[in-house]
């Protein structure tokens, strides 16, 4: 994709942003962008970060580990979105500033094993199978509570929220029914632990971002609205 193109979509993007926010009454700077470049050229990130983004999305460990090399003249926050297997987890612990997509104890539990010391907290999102697909990664919702007992309690992690990827759908009305219980639980849960730095309800993609800024995400993760289709 040409540099004019990243920088004319980045913009594109931080308006339906903006203006998702006002429609919901919401302060302008209430919610963030995630930029996704997963299978997409260094060039595209460079020219993204050139038009003011500073918070990327990879999907794959390697590609990523490939990127963060290539660019590592560049402040970028690194989230990893992708799934995590057991064995990639201490390299996601060791590359990365967020991960969104714990979804069970164990994997939880290396992160923090494999978090080095010299390091803040690994951020991390708890993934909710949100709209209940069997093939779709993710905790039961009726298990989120019980996984957030354990979860508050590992040193190297710092537990920021929630994550869905809800099936998509065409409707703004259909759309919000899943953020809009995903919402439910990030409010039940934040009531449940007052003390903790729960500040991040990470849902919405090029497709429904507007939903989800609708139903209280706090950060949208954009992919080929920024790059193109992959
Ligand atoms: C690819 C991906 C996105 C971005 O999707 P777009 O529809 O391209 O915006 C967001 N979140 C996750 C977890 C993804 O894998």
Redesign the pocket.
């Known amino acids: 994709m040409s540099k004019s193109s990243v920088s004319t979509n980045i913009v594109a993007v931080r308006q339906r942003l903006e203006q998702a926010l006002v429609d919901a009454g919401r302060p302008h700077d209430d919610a963030h962008l995630l930029a996704?470049s997963?299978t997409k050229p260094e060039r595209d990130l460079r020219d993204a970060f050139e038009a003011g983004q500073r918070a990327f999305?990879e999907?794959y460990l390697q590609e990523a580990l490939d990127k963060q090399h290539a660019l590592s003249d560049l402040a970028i926050e690194w989230h990893f979105?992708?799934a995590v297997q057991s064995n990639k987890a201490r390299a996601v612990a060791e590359a990365f500033q967020w991960c969104h997509t714990v979804d069970r104890l164990k994997i939880a539990r290396r992160l923090n094993d494999h978090r080095p010391d010299h390091l803040p907290p690994l951020n991390i999102c708890l993934q909710v199978n949100i709209s209940g697909e069997a093939s779709k990664s993710g905790a039961a919702p009726d298990d989120v509570h019980a996984i957030a007992e354990t979860l508050i309690t590992l040193p190297r992690l710092s537990f920021r929220g929630l994550m869905a990827?809800p099936a998509p759908s065409e409707t703004l009305i259909e759309q919000r029914k899943p953020f809009s219980r995903l919402r439910e639980l990030f409010e039940s849960l934040k009531a449940r632990h007052p003390n903790q730095p729960l500040d991040t309800l990470s849902m919405g993609?090029?497709?429904d971002l507007e939903a989800a800024i609708a139903e209280g995400a706090t950060l949208v993760?954009?992919?080929?609205?920024i790059f193109g289709a992959?």
């Open positions: 996704v997963k999305g999907n979105i992708g990827l993609m090029s497709g993760r954009v992919g080929s609205a992959r």
